[in-house]
C-alpha cells in the first residue's frame, strides 16, 4: 500500500516523481498474471461436474492454483492501484505532553495471517494424501506430503516472523511536539529535535537496484552540520497512512515558523494539517490574526 495521490492542493516537491503514486496502468500485468491459470482451473471444474467420483482429488489443483498463483497476482494488482490519499492525523497524550500524531503503515495482519493460513492449508493438504496412500500407493503419497508439506513449513516460518502482536496504532506514529519529532514504526523510535533540524529536502529514489524495483518518495530530515557531519532520516511515503505531500509541508512550514511550533499537540494545529493550511500565506493570516485577538483584549 501507500500508493496514494495527494488529497490537497499542496504542490508536489519539485524532486518527488508523480508515477511513485502508482497508475492504473501498472496494475494491469498482474491482473493479467492473475488470469493465466484460468483455463486450468475451468477444466478442473468440469473434470468435477463429469465426473462426481473425482470431486475431492479435482478440487485439490484449482485450490492450489488458486492459493499460490491467483490471489498473489491479484493481491499484487490491486495494491497498485492508485488511491486518494487520506487525511489521517489525531492527538496523543505522551510523557511530554500532547502530540500530533500521523499515521505510518502497520505490518499488513491479512497478509501474516493469509500466509499462516496458506502454510496450515499446505500441511493439511500434504497430511491428507499421505493418510490416503496408505492403502494404495505410499511412496507417491510420501512424495507428495513433501511435495507440500515444505512450502507449507515456509509459510508458517515466515508467519512467525512476521507477525508481531504488539505493534499496533496505539504506539506507532510520527509524533510531532513543539521540541521533538518522533518516528516510531513499531521498532526503536527515532526522536530528533526541531533546533537539530538543519534541513528538510525531498527525494525519490528505488527500493532496489534494479531499473523496474518501484519508486520511493521521500522526505528527508537533514541533522548536524559540516563539522559534525550530517546525517539524514527519510520518511518514505509508502510508510505513511496519510496524505505524503501534506507531511513534507507540514515539516517544511513547522522548521521555517518555529514560533508557531507550539500548535503542534492541539487542535489548531490538527485543524492546519486538515485543511493543509502550509502555504506562506496562511502563516501571515494565522500571525495577523493573533496579533488582532491580542490587541483586542
Known amino acids: 500500500?501507500?500508493?496514494?495521490?495527494?488529497?490537497?492542493?499542496?504542490?508536489?516537491?519539485?524532486?518527488?516523481?508523480?508515477k511513485a503514486f502508482g497508475a492504473y496502468r501498472y496494475a494491469v500485468v498482474p491482473f493479467v498474471m492473475a488470469l493465466v491459470p484460468l483455463p486450468m482451473v475451468l477444466a478442473g471444474m468440469w473434470a468435477i461436474v463429469t465426473?462426481?467420483?473425482?470431486v475431492?482429488?479435482?478440487?485439490?489443483?484449482p485450490l492450489l492454483m488458486f492459493l499460490v498463483?491467483?490471489?498473489p497476482f491479484a493481491g499484487w494488482g490491486w495494491s497498485v492501484c492508485p488511491r486518494e490519499a487520506p487525511t489521517a492525523a489525531?492527538?496523543?497524550?505522551?510523557d511530554t505532553g500532547n502530540a500530533l500524531v500521523l499515521p505510518v503503515q502497520l505490518p499488513s495482519r491479512i497478509a501474516t495471517f493469509a500466509t499462516g493460513a496458506v502454510g496450515v492449508l499446505l500441511l493439511g493438504v500434504g497430511l491428507w494424501q499421505l493418510i490416503a496412500s496408505f492403502n494404495h500407493d505410499l511412496s507417491t503419497g510420501i512424495a507428495a506430503f513433501f511435495l507440500l508439506a515444505l512450502p507449507g513449513m515456509v509459510a508458517l516460518l515466515l508467519f512467525a516472523g512476521t507477525y508481531r502482536r504488539r505493534v499496533n496504532t496505539d504506539n506507532t506514529?510520527?509524533?510531532l511536539t513543539a521540541r521533538h519529532i518522533t518516528i516510531?514504526?513499531?521498532d526503536d523510535p527515532t526522536t530528533v529535535a526541531w533546533h537539530d533540524i538543519s534541513a528538510i529536502g525531498a527525494r525519490c529514489y528505488r527500493e532496489g537496484t534494479s531499473r523496474f524495483a518501484s519508486r520511493?518518495?521521500?522526505?528527508?530530515?537533514v541533522t548536524g552540520d559540516a563539522d559534525t557531519g550530517y546525517r539524514t532520516i527519510d520518511i518514505a511515503h509508502k510508510a505513511l497512512r496519510t496524505d505524503p505531500t501534506r507531511v513534507y509541508h507540514q515539516l517544511m512550514f513547522y522548521l521555517r515558523n518555529p514560533g508557531l511550533r507550539s500548535e503542534l499537540g492541539t487542535e489548531p494545529g490538527l485543524d492546519r494539517f486538515r485543511r493543509g493550511g502550509y502555504l506562506p500565506e496562511h502563516s501571515l493570516s494565522l500571525v495577523d490574526r493573533h496579533i488582532r485577538e491580542a490587541s483586542a483584549e
Open 184 to 186: 516510531n514504526y513499531g
Open 173 to 175: 506514529g510520527i509524533q
Open 216 to 221: 520511493i518518495n521521500a522526505t528527508t530530515l
Open 69 to 71: 498463483w491467483v490471489a
Open 56 to 61: 475431492w482429488p479435482g478440487l485439490v489443483p
Open 1 to 18: 500500500m501507500g500508493r496514494y495521490r495527494s488529497s490537497s492542493e499542496l504542490p508536489l516537491p519539485a524532486d518527488w516523481d508523480r
Open 90 to 94: 489525531d492527538i496523543r497524550s505522551t
Open 51 to 54: 465426473n462426481r467420483e473425482s
